[in-house]
């Protein structure tokens, strides 16, 4: 068994001697606190008097049974993790009592290597809990940074290069998979930053078209255009004394790569049909999920424009790379998901918490928070099941694509393939079909009116 962090207090009760003593004989280890009750109603005076971290119950005892006791546990203590026991005629039961709220079962005879790996889990889950909840303190009191969950390395690295660069002038660069959290990051070095009285205004490069772009971030003035009747700032103006946010960096067409160059290097900006220049008073943080150094090599990204972005670059890892945040991830959006649609808090079995892990996570953190979303509005119970998830996780795998490239064939004429192909084959939901192909959504609709691929049948976004 391993360590736990804290001391423990569990309780036995089952209303055969042998078994509950033995039971307390092989679990006791440094650090636990061991008490046995011979009944549902002992079990019950002990729950009223103290606070226990961890019961395990028989199923079936005289007068209160472990189904009425964990009713009692639940108002008692709430945190507390239980494990039924039960004849393996009972497994129903059983199965039914981890619906409300058990954290698992164990069939008599007891396996004791089983028992002791649910009891490692159930301190796991226990000091999990205990973390989420120091974390969402932290949410509710401090900036962005601390809102980071950062277990692993990967994210501990990346906090300290934040860290580091918050609090100079030089443009950001973030780079990373749809999804893994780089607006959140984006910021935390702001809010780190001198500059954090000011405002945070983020825009995202692959929604506007190459003739809306300027108008977007330089704003215009009155009749500068057809249907410019007043005047419009632009994510410039608006950024003013803060920070400016530009995801998806790597969809700006060329032409607009010029004009925003321009603004960066000489700190200034025209408004369409203005004829004053203004200074641009933002710092800049830009992110992309493309490889940008592969866009310059293919002629598609400006060197010149790629040098000035990428000062500072800060590689934000995928989540199947930070498999140590997975957990704590799951748990923070359950208590936040369950506040948000005011439903009962759930809880993720010890079954359903593995198939987490081992899932790949395309999607990145957007995928987890999202699966999250979707048990805590279909899953009546209380506890939720490995199955639960397995339905949901199944719904979204991806078969490979195979297709021949000839030579002489444009690099656009390869994107038109490759996204026709995800569309047809892979998905019908453009949002799945966003996040394999590696762009925003924005951009795979602007991808397909560029291609005319109206003929394509796809989904909803969602």
Same mark, same amino acid.
């Given at each position: 068994?391993?360590?736990?962090?804290?001391?423990?207090?569990?309780?036995?009760?089952?209303? /055969?001697?042998?078994?509950? /003593?033995?039971?307390?004989?092989?679990?006791?280890?440094?650090?636990?606190?061991?008490?046995?009750?011979?009944?549902?109603?002992?079990?019950?005076?002990?729950?009223?008097?103290?606070?226990?971290?961890?019961?395990?119950?028989?199923?079936?005892?005289?007068?209160?049974?472990?189904?009425?006791?964990?009713?009692?546990?639940?108002?008692?203590?709430?945190?507390?993790?239980?494990?039924?026991?039960?004849?393996?005629?009972?497994?129903?039961?059983?199965?039914?009592?981890?619906?409300?709220?058990?954290?698992?079962?164990?069939?008599?005879?007891?396996?004791?290597?089983?028992?002791?790996?649910?009891?490692?889990?159930?301190?796991?889950?226990? /000091?999990?809990?205990? /973390?989420?909840?120091?974390?969402?303190?932290?949410?509710?009191?401090?900036?962005?940074?601390?809102?980071?969950?950062?277990?692993?390395?990967?994210?501990?690295?990346?906090?300290?290069?934040?860290?580091?660069?918050?609090?100079?002038?030089?443009?950001?660069?973030?780079?990373?998979? *749809?999804?893994?959290?780089?607006?959140?990051?984006?910021?935390?070095?702001?809010?780190?930053?001198?500059?954090?009285?000011?405002?945070?205004?983020?825009?995202?490069?692959?929604?506007?078209?190459?003739?809306?772009?300027?108008?977007?971030?330089?704003?215009?003035?009155?009749?500068?255009?057809?249907?410019?009747?007043?005047?419009?700032?632009?994510?410039?103006?608006?950024?003013?004394?803060?920070?400016?946010?530009?995801?998806?960096?790597?969809?700006?067409? #060329?032409?607009?790569?010029?004009?925003?160059?321009?603004?960066?290097?000489?700190?200034?900006?025209?408004?369409?049909?203005?004829?004053?220049?203004?200074?641009?008073?933002?710092?800049?943080?830009?992110?992309?999920?493309?490889?940008?150094?592969?866009?310059?090599?293919?002629?598609?990204?400006?060197?010149?424009?790629?040098?000035?972005?990428?000062?500072?670059?800060?590689?934000?890892?995928? #989540?199947?790379?930070?498999?140590?945040?997975?957990?704590?991830?799951?748990?923070?959006?359950?208590?936040?998901?369950?506040?948000?649609?005011?439903?009962?808090?759930?809880?993720?079995?010890?079954?359903?918490? *593995?198939?987490?892990?081992?899932?790949?996570?395309?999607?990145?953190?957007?995928?987890?928070?999202?699966?999250?979303?979707?048990?805590?509005?279909?899953?009546?119970?209380?506890?939720?099941?490995?199955?639960?998830?397995? *339905?949901?996780?199944?719904?979204?795998?991806?078969?490979?694509i195979h297709f021949t490239v000839n030579l002489g064939v444009s690099i656009e004429e390869v994107e038109a393939a490759l996204i026709r192909q995800t569309l047809e084959r892979i998905t019908a939901n453009?949002?799945?079909?966003?996040?394999?192909?590696?762009?925003?959504?924005?951009?795979?609709?602007?991808?397909?009116?560029?291609?005319?691929?109206?003929?394509?049948?796809?989904?909803?976004?969602?």
């Open positions: 068994m391993t360590m736990a962090k804290r001391p423990v207090r569990l309780l036995i009760a089952d209303d /055969e001697v042998f078994i509950r /003593e033995g039971l307390q004989e092989a679990l006791q280890q440094p650090g636990f606190t061991i008490d046995t009750a011979k009944d549902g109603h002992e079990a019950r005076d002990l729950l009223q008097r103290q606070t226990y971290h961890l019961v395990i119950t028989d199923l079936r005892m005289p007068g209160l049974g472990g189904m009425e006791l964990l009713g009692e546990i639940r108002d008692c203590h709430p945190d507390a993790q239980t494990i039924i026991l039960t004849a393996y005629g009972s497994v129903t039961t059983a199965v039914e009592a981890m619906k409300k709220g058990a954290f698992d079962f164990i069939t008599k005879p007891v396996d004791l290597v089983h028992l002791r790996l649910l009891v490692d889990r159930a301190i796991d889950r226990l /000091e999990l809990l205990s /973390e989420n909840r120091k974390l969402h303190h932290r949410l509710e009191n401090q900036d962005a940074f601390r809102k980071l969950v950062r277990r692993s390395p990967a994210m501990q690295a990346a906090a300290e290069t934040i860290k580091q660069v918050a609090q100079s002038e030089v443009p950001v660069l973030l780079r990373g998979e *749809t999804g893994v959290g780089k607006e959140l990051i984006a910021r935390a070095v702001h809010e780190r930053s001198k500059r954090r009285a000011g405002p945070f205004v983020a825009v995202n490069c692959g929604g506007f078209t190459a003739e809306l772009f300027a108008s977007e971030l330089f704003g215009h003035a009155r009749g500068a255009f057809t249907g410019a009747h007043a005047a419009r700032p632009g994510r410039f103006a608006l950024a003013e004394g803060g920070t400016l946010f530009l995801d998806e960096i790597g969809e700006v067409p #060329l032409k607009n790569q010029v004009e925003l160059l321009r603004a960066l290097e000489a700190k200034e900006y025209q408004p369409l049909g203005d004829t004053r220049v203004h200074a641009a008073d933002v710092r800049i943080i830009a992110a992309t999920n493309r490889d940008l150094e592969a866009g310059v090599q293919g002629g598609i990204f400006r060197e010149d424009l790629y040098y000035r972005l990428n000062v500072v670059p800060i590689d934000v890892p995928p #989540l199947r790379q930070r498999r140590e945040d997975i957990s704590l991830l799951a748990e923070m959006f359950l208590d936040e998901v369950c506040r948000v649609h005011e439903q009962p808090r759930k809880q993720l079995s010890a079954e359903a918490m *593995t198939l987490l892990l081992n899932h790949s996570w395309p999607g990145n953190v957007r995928e987890l928070r999202n699966l999250i979303q979707r048990l805590v509005v279909t899953c009546r119970d209380k506890n939720i099941r490995p199955e639960q998830i397995s *339905t949901l996780l199944g719904a979204v795998e991806r078969e490979a453009r949002r799945q079909a966003a996040a394999i192909l590696g762009i925003s959504v924005r951009s795979l609709q602007y991808k397909i009116k560029q291609y005319n691929m109206f003929d394509v049948k796809s989904g909803p976004d969602e």
